[in-house]
């Protein structure tokens, strides 16, 4: 078990996006978050108290979270003095990076001496099946990107919160280091052998009660040349009832790959349904889930409206304005 409460470590992240598993933690799990550590240069900023390693221990904290989730997801050299002195203040270490804590002999060898832990999330703990395709009880909604870190998690999140409101079955399927660390469990999708990924998403997501529906989490993009991979295996291995589309409308390129422009929510529209019924023939494209977060509640409104028009699904951004309706969608669908 990971200790509780976090000291947040931001590292030198380059921007917000680049520190998105804070960002997952701060927002879902806030009482969990004592204070940021946050490098010289870094640009990211979760609103919460600045503090020093003495600081954060003293305040209770007893875990340094590695929040940051770089392309290639590895530990900076950069990032080592910080981590080593964690250690010997007393904190236990946690990340999700594919870069392994425990693969750096510098910080295993401290950890040892100081009787810490090292926890590394990004491992699978189980040896899954490879996908059978077989049709499961239950209901299962998967939301699908345009690009990567558009908020696939988080609607996911947003529409378990409100079925449990309602006193509905639900149960959010983290698929990601950020969820995983969010929730203490699910399966580590993209560190799981390209084989059995899809085996992975069908372990996750079994047999259940026929009105009980699993929210998955998402990741990558269909459309994103790095990591579509990971994004089939959840199509397939997922074998939705219900697709959301996920998009975020102020980016200029997808993320890390400046000579590629997102998509259009048509587009993913047709490529996802198509897809997915092949393992599901009755799966249906419900809503629509924007991230809003840079734009102003006005123009918000307004271009939601306009997707809503041109789509002729709901759409909302459901961490802003709450995911009834996606709920509602996917209810009667």
């Given at each position: 078990?990971?200790?509780?409460?976090?000291?947040?470590?931001?590292?030198?992240?380059?921007?917000?996006?680049?520190?998105?598993?804070?960002?997952?933690?701060?927002?879902?799990?806030?009482?969990?978050?004592?204070?940021?550590?946050?490098?010289?240069?870094?640009?990211?900023?979760?609103?919460?108290?600045?503090?020093?390693?003495?600081?954060?221990?003293?305040?209770?904290?007893?875990?340094?979270?590695?929040?940051?989730?770089?392309?290639?997801?590895?530990?900076?050299?950069?990032?080592?003095?910080?981590?080593?002195?964690?250690?010997?203040?007393?904190?236990?270490?946690?990340?999700?990076?594919?870069?392994?804590?425990?693969?750096?002999?510098?910080?295993?060898?401290?950890?040892?001496?100081?009787?810490?832990?090292?926890?590394?999330?990004?491992?699978?703990?189980?040896?899954?099946?490879?996908?059978?395709?077989?049709?499961?009880?239950?209901?299962?909604?998967?939301?699908?990107?345009?690009?990567?870190?558009?908020?696939?998690?988080?609607?996911?999140?947003?529409?378990?919160?409100?079925?449990?409101?309602?006193?509905?079955?639900?149960?959010?399927r983290a698929t990601g280091q950020t969820g995983i660390l969010i929730t203490g469990d699910g399966v580590?999708?993209?560190?799981?052998?390209?084989?059995?990924?899809?085996?992975?998403?069908?372990?996750?997501?079994?047999?259940?009660?026929?009105?009980?529906?699993?929210?998955?989490?998402?990741?990558?993009?269909?459309?994103?040349?790095?990591?579509?991979?990971?994004?089939m295996a959840l199509v397939h291995g997922g074998q939705p009832d219900a697709l959301i589309l996920c998009?975020?409308?102020?980016?200029?390129?997808?993320?890390?790959?400046?000579?590629?422009?997102?998509?259009?929510?048509?587009?993913?529209?047709?490529?996802?349904?198509?897809?997915?019924?092949?393992?599901?023939?009755?799966?249906?494209?419900?809503?629509?889930?924007?991230?809003?977060?840079?734009?102003?509640?006005?123009?918000?409104?307004?271009?939601?409206?306009?997707?809503?028009?041109?789509?002729?699904?709901?759409?909302?951004?459901?961490?802003?304005?709450?995911?009834?309706?996606?709920?509602?969608?996917?209810?009667?669908?």
């Open positions: 078990m990971i200790e509780t409460p976090y000291l947040l470590f931001l590292g030198d992240a380059p921007d917000a996006l680049a520190a998105k598993v804070a960002q997952g933690i701060k927002d879902w799990r806030p009482a969990n978050c004592v204070g940021q550590f946050r490098m010289e240069g870094c640009k990211a900023d979760m609103k919460l108290t600045d503090m020093t390693l003495a600081e954060a221990k003293a305040a209770g904290a007893k875990t340094l979270v590695i929040g940051v989730a770089n392309r290639g997801g590895v530990i900076s050299p950069a990032w080592k003095k910080v981590l080593i002195e964690a250690l010997e203040e007393g904190f236990d270490i946690a990340s999700g990076l594919h870069n392994l804590l425990r693969n750096e002999a510098d910080l295993a060898a401290v950890a040892k001496e100081c009787g810490r832990t090292l926890h590394d999330v990004r491992i699978p703990s189980v040896q899954y099946p490879i996908a059978n395709g077989k049709k499961r009880t239950g209901k299962r909604c998967l939301a699908v990107g345009t690009d990567c870190s558009v908020g696939k998690m988080y609607t996911a999140l947003c529409m378990d919160k409100e079925m449990k409101e309602r006193g509905l079955k639900s149960s959010f580590p999708l993209d560190a799981v052998i390209a084989d059995f990924m899809a085996g992975s998403v069908e372990y996750l997501t079994p047999d259940n009660d026929e009105d009980h529906w699993d929210m998955i989490e998402g990741q990558g993009s269909l459309f994103h040349a790095s990591y579509s991979g990971v994004t998009h975020e409308p102020t980016r200029e390129h997808m993320r890390g790959l400046p000579e590629y422009k997102l998509p259009a929510l048509d587009a993913l529209r047709d490529v996802a349904l198509t897809l997915a019924k092949v393992v599901n023939p009755d799966v249906k494209v419900v809503g629509i889930s924007v991230n809003t977060q840079h734009m102003a509640e006005d123009e918000a409104k307004a271009y939601l409206a306009k997707v809503e028009e041109d789509m002729g699904l709901p759409a909302t951004d459901p961490y802003r304005f709450g995911a009834a309706r996606l709920v509602d969608a996917m209810l009667a669908a």
